[in-house]
């Protein structure tokens, strides 16, 4: 990545957040100046998922090119995913004590992300029990591949159909996630919300590009060693 | 042949578990152990039936847990998974695992419920065509599931602790909806109530059976 590209992720993040903050917010029945969260929140869920995409898309790489470069990608990927879904998971918390008046309460979408992290868990348990490298490669890809076959039960099918009290599920104001695919927010507070998620999205891309690079670095000082 | 290989190594399991019954006789201990424990510990309280609908699916994913990952580590251990690799095409060895594992499951349910049926007697089912259901698919489930889980886990160090590590993840889709029916056979649900969760069951388990059978060959010859 460009050097001038960082200097405008850093620009563009700082803009966002203080935007975010400071800008008057558009009316949203039942949310009100809470909807801020939707600046921070709803691109740290994105990212979660999509690292966790991404994670697996390098993994079926893995096997079917069995290149270790891919390995160290789809690994880097999930590493970030975790650190993305746990910011999630705590701007969503916070969210929730302000908004339901408890920090967790199992709503359905509290249970998918919590899953979510169990599988990231799940994830790094089984690589680090195993030793041999082509091994690990190959088995903890097929495991991405499973979680993420079952993972959409949770994140699309569940919250539809029990009931939820996260803004999309039943009754309750949906700005975002709903089912009609519209975004009901003022046009000032969606460029907002389209900035937030381009900015942290560049920055994910940045965090990846930087730990996939220090990831191939050390497999080939190993390597070498060898 | 194909078939016939999967059959082959069902009826191989089967003996050489007929001849030990170790899988079986262990399984057994660990359901008396279990639930024994929640017996005393539920001693004297009014267990509301939808609870005792999670505790009966608490016992069977842990009997589960702790008994069906054997089909691929016995095989491992007893170094026996290379001749298998030899003569065998990896989808037959699945398919002959899970249906070893699907048959062993039925039969520990079987006698988890008999068990279970006699000891709680908060646990009295009414709609017993949706318990039935919901055994029959779920269990199959949790078959394929954890047959494929336990073939990843069979390479790996420290198998007993990854196995409901890895598994509980991705069963949870799975668990929540045959809870979810479950209570609803003990509340005496219709069936058009259960449809919901039959559609997830049913969807999970051929989702995971598909995959399962599609990767296998990456797990198994590595």
Same mark, same amino acid.
Request: glycine share 6%; aromatic share 14%; hydrophobic share 55%.
């Given at each position: 990545?460009?050097?001038?590209m960082?200097?405008?992720?850093? =620009? !563009?993040i ?17 949310? &009100?100046?809470?909807?801020?969260? =939707? ?7 994105? /990212?979660?998922?999509?690292?966790? +995409? ?38 969503? $918390?916070? !969210? ?7 920090? !967790? ?7 998918? %992300? ?5 599988i990231? &868990? ?11 490298? *082509?091994?690990?490669?190959? #088995?903890?890809?097929?495991y $991405? ?29 949906a ?13 000032s ?6 900035a937030?998620?381009?900015? +942290? ?14 990831? #191939? ?6 390597? *070498?060693?060898? | ?13 089967f ?21 024994s ?5 539920t001693a004297? *309280? ?12 608490? %016992? ?8 069906? $990952? ?9 170094? @026996? ?12 060895v ?20 008999a ?13 017993? #065509? ?11 489930? /949790?078959?394929?599931?954890? @047959?494929?889980i336990?073939? =990843?886990? $069979? ?6 602790? #990854? ?29 058009? *109530? ?10 999970y388990?051929?989702?995971? @059976? @598909?995959?399962?059978?599609?990767l ?7």
């Amino acid at each position: 990545m460009k050097t001038w590209m960082k200097i405008v992720i850093g =620009i !563009w993040i700082t803009a966002v957040i203080a935007i975010g903050l400071a800008m008057p917010i558009g009316y949203i029945p039942g949310l &009100g100046a809470k909807a801020r969260i =939707i600046y921070f929140h709803v691109p740290m869920s994105w /990212l979660s998922v999509l690292a966790f +995409f991404m994670s697996m898309w390098y993994g079926i790489g893995y096997l079917r090119k069995k290149d270790m470069k891919y390995d160290i990608k789809s690994a880097t990927a999930a590493e970030l995913g975790f650190v993305f879904s746990i910011l999630a998971t705590i701007t969503g $918390s916070i !969210w929730a004590k302000f908004s339901w008046g408890s920090f !967790w309460n199992w709503d359905p979408r509290e249970t998918s %992300i919590f899953v979510l992290l169990l599988i990231y &868990g799940a994830y790094f348990a089984l690589r680090s029990a195993l030793e041999i490298e *082509e091994r690990r490669a190959s #088995l903890s890809a097929v495991y $991405s591949v499973v979680a993420f076959v079952t993972v959409p039960f949770f994140v699309f099918i569940m919250p539809r159909i029990m009931f939820s009290l996260h803004p999309g599920g039943g009754g309750s104001p949906a700005p975002i996630l709903n089912s009609s695919g519209k975004m009901y927010m003022e046009a000032s507070m969606r460029y907002v919300f389209y900035a937030s998620l381009i900015g +942290f999205t560049g920055l994910y891309l940045w965090l990846f590009q930087i730990r996939a690079k220090i990831g #191939l670095l050390n497999y080939n000082s190993l390597l *070498e060693n060898e | 042949m194909f078939m016939k290989a999967a059959a082959a190594i069902l009826s191989k399991d089967f003996y050489s578990e007929l001849r030990t019954r170790y899988a079986l006789n262990s399984l057994i201990m660990f359901v008396v152990v279990t639930l024994s424990i929640i017996l005393f510990s539920t001693a004297g *309280e009014a267990v509301s039936p939808s609870l005792s609908a999670g505790i009966l699916w608490i %016992i069977i994913f842990f009997a589960a847990m702790s008994g069906l $990952s054997r089909c691929f580590v016995s095989e491992e251990e007893r170094g @026996t998974a290379m001749t298998l690799q030899l003569w065998v095409k990896p989808s037959s060895v699945l398919l002959g695992k899970l249906a070893f594992n699907s048959l062993l499951i039925y039969v520990l349910n079987a006698m988890i419920i008999a068990a279970y049926l006699v000891t709680m007697p908060s646990f009295v089912v009414k709609a017993p #065509l949706v318990f039935i259901l919901t055994i029959l698919i779920g269990s199959f489930g /949790l078959a394929s599931a954890s @047959t494929f889980i336990a073939a =990843i886990i $069979s390479k790996a160090n420290s198998k007993g602790t #990854l196995y409901p590590v890895l598994s509980f993840p991705i069963l949870l889709p799975l668990l929540v909806s045959v809870i979810d029916a479950t209570r609803l056979s003990v509340e005496g649900g219709s069936l058009a *109530e259960a449809m919901g969760d039959f559609k997830i069951m049913f969807s999970y388990s051929v989702v995971v @059976t @598909t995959v399962a059978i599609v990767l296998f060959d990456f797990v198994w010859r590595d």
